[in-house]
């Protein structure tokens, strides 16, 4: 009899550590809807004791390829960048005003030649808005964005270490979303340089090597605190990692429409939900 | 002997008279010096093309006219503005024509964009500085133009031409 009331004990036990372990406290468990809550439930929708709330979705660093997003997808985003981005500016003008191909719709640009994080923090060649040159936070501020698109460390890779750089763009990204607080940052790759580049060595520090390093760090940058990854660099390269001397206009890493156009369709294809 | 005389008086007046035309005439079109009544622009940039000077250019976006330029569309009968389809290039045309009393400030925000491409241009490649430095904004009454150019001069008579 006692050795029955031991078991009976025990399976009670048992079955109430199993119910209070399905439903513990920890933070990422879905609630358990209680009985009143099932009364608010809209119709179609499980209101039994075992359905719960969708977990969190997942950040995903890398937007997943889908078809191409139509220009006005791109009426809220802004693109920060250096020479580099002033090419893709211009070409997304030539195409839309050539070819009434619109892909970026009301898309700003704040892009200057030899721009870079430390520039940005340093407050040298500004990008110019409404004519002035200002911090590129002061500009995000005025506008009606929530996308921002960045692609800088070019010009910061021929002075700086890849750790330097990361500093300094974590405080552009702070100052950025303190601007616009909740805008969606998608931080892209650098870009390919040519082996002509890398071997002229015009800039001893900027080398296929370091972009890699750099990218790296960027992506893990975006992962860890929760930004976007575009991998531009992905889609420009040869199949040696570099940028083709015919994709550019100078033979260092500024592209002609060629690589432009692959670039552009990346970022069409390669979006997040707004 | 009195019909001989009438006629002669006749000649006369009628040779002054078309000499006084001929004379106002040439005075009234030899010193005009204000445009012509209107200018198509866009005409004059077609002429300008013709000119085999410039490179692959591109027309620039009216939203980039306020947030570059810092000019006002409202501002503006008509306009063309191309820069170079290589953005590393300096080359850029700019013709606008103002509206009235608009002159005075679209040619400040023009000299003003001219100076800050002349100090990016500074930092990236000295013949494009130079080609920036050698250019300046134009005002022919309410015609503005701003043409940047290693063969600046060559585009600027296509378009005084114009006037």
Known sequence: ???????????????????LGACGTHSDMPAMPSEESADTHQPGES???????????KHITIPVKSVPAPAKYFNDAVFIGDSISEGLKVEAMYLKNTFNTDYFGKARFLTAQNFGLFNAL?????????????????????????????????????????????????????????????????????TPITRSEEKNQVYK????????????????????DGYYYLDIYSVIKDNQGFLA??????????????????WIKYLRTHTVKD | MRNTRNMGRKRKTIILTLILVFIVTAVLTSCSRSPKAHVDLNEVYEKIKQSSVLPQMTMVDENMLEDA????????????????????????????????????????????????RAQYAAGYSPEQYAIIKKCAVHANGRYISMIVSPEAQTLIDVYNSFF
Request: proline share 4%; hydrophobic share 40%; with cysteine.
């Open chain 1, 1 to 19: 009899m006692k050795h029955l009331l031991k078991l009976r004990l025990l399976f009670s036990l048992s079955v109430l550590i199993l119910l």
């Open chain 1, 47 to 57: 209101t039994g004791i075992l359905s719960m709330s969708p977990p969190p979705e």
């Open chain 1, 122 to 190: 340093r407050g040298s060649n500004l990008p110019l808005y409404k004519g002035e040159k200002q911090p590129i936070w002061k500009s995000i501020a005025q506008m009606d964005i929530t996308k921002i698109y960045i692609c800088l460390g070019m010009n910061d890779l021929a002075s700086f270490s890849v750790k330097e750089i990361i500093s300094n763009y974590k405080t552009v990204i702070k100052k950025l979303l303190k601007a616009k607080p909740g805008a969606k940052i998608l931080i892209q790759s650098l």
């Open chain 1, 205 to 224: 520090l900027v080398t296929k090597a370091r972009l890699n390093e750099l990218n790296q760090a960027l992506c893990g940058m975006a992962e860890k």
């Open chain 1, 245 to 262: 001397d015919k994709e550019t206009w100078d033979l260092t890493c500024h592209m002609r429409p060629e690589a432009l156009a692959r």
């Open chain 2, 69 to 116: 330029y810092a000019i006002q569309r409202s501002d503006c009968e008509q306009m063309v503005i191309e820069v170079c389809s290589n953005a590393r290039r300096a080359d850029e045309i700019v013709l606008i024509e103002a509206k009235d009393g608009k002159e005075d400030k679209i040619i400040q925000k023009l000299e003003k964009w001219l100076e800050n």
